[in-house]
């Protein structure tokens, strides 16, 4: 199967811009979809498609998308933003009818 | 709301069967969308396990394919999963969530609480 892989960690001060990529093949096929998850709970969708967020996510998660990079941007980090990040697209590699790959995770730290 | 609760064991003993299983609540499984579950070792990244649709067709990670089972039991808006012959290297969280397919596009826009299964005798 494919990998999707993100840097392990990145930090950004408060109030400014931080991107997130992740990289696979699977990326020039498919949309990513993109998951914040704090520590103890569970994985939360924040982006999907082109670039679409759920009702509740503040606007300043916005989704990007060039050849085989997927991109996360906050822009105006909140100390709320703090936590772990997780791309995820169906895989474009074999021929199985179905299957996905979420990415390697990044850790935001806000300052 | 659409709501998901895993349920089952916290610990199994090495070459059991795990199993799970998730009500939906909020939302009829009949009505479309699949049905996944996803695992999260402890301080690990997460793993797509498999999907089920309301139909009934299964759809599993080709690495863990040999040993999962998924199903639906639409009557009791729930589905489960079996996973067999389990090692210490199945121990996670556990969580099931709801996820939309449409070609390019797809989500996991609903998920439990997780549950975490720890396997050791």
């Known amino acids: 199967s494919s990998e999707l892989t993100q840097d392990p960690a990145v930090s950004v001060a408060l109030g400014q811009t931080v991107r997130i990529t992740c990289q696979g093949d699977?990326?020039?096929?498919?949309?990513a979809s993109w998951y914040q998850q704090k520590p103890g709970q569970a994985p939360v969708l924040v982006i999907y498609?082109?670039?679409n967020r759920p009702s509740g996510i503040p606007d300043r998660f916005s989704g990007s998308s060039s050849g085989n990079t997927a991109s996360l941007t906050i822009t105006g980090a909140q100390a709320e933003d703090e936590a772990d990040y997780y791309c995820?697209?169906?895989?474009?590699?074999?021929?199985?009818?179905?299957?996905?790959?979420f990415g390697t995770g990044t850790k935001v730290t806000v300052l | 709301q659409v709501q998901l609760q895993e349920s089952g064991p916290g610990l199994v003993k090495p070459s059991e069967t795990l199993s799970l299983t998730c009500a939906v609540s909020?939302?009829?499984?009949?009505?479309?969308?699949?049905w996944g579950w996803i695992r999260q070792p402890p301080g690990k990244g997460l793993e797509w396990i498999g999907s089920?649709?309301?139909?009934?067709?299964?759809y599993y990670n080709p690495s863990l394919k040999s040993r999962v089972t998924i199903s639906v039991d639409t009557s009791k808006n729930q589905f489960s999963l079996k996973l067999s012959s389990v090692t210490a290297a199945d121990t996670a969280v556990y969580y099931c969530?709801?996820?939309?397919?449409?070609?390019?596009?797809?989500?996991?826009?609903?998920w439990g609480q997780g549950t975490l299964v720890t396997v050791s005798s």
């Open positions: 969530a709801r996820h939309g397919d449409w070609g390019l596009l797809n989500y996991f826009d609903y």
């Open positions: 909020g939302y009829s499984i009949s009505s479309g969308y699949y």
């Open positions: 089920i649709y309301h139909s009934g067709s299964t």
């Open positions: 699977s990326l020039r096929s498919y949309y």
């Open positions: 498609g082109k670039n």
């Open positions: 995820n697209s169906r895989d474009s590699s074999g021929n199985h009818r179905m299957n996905y790959v």
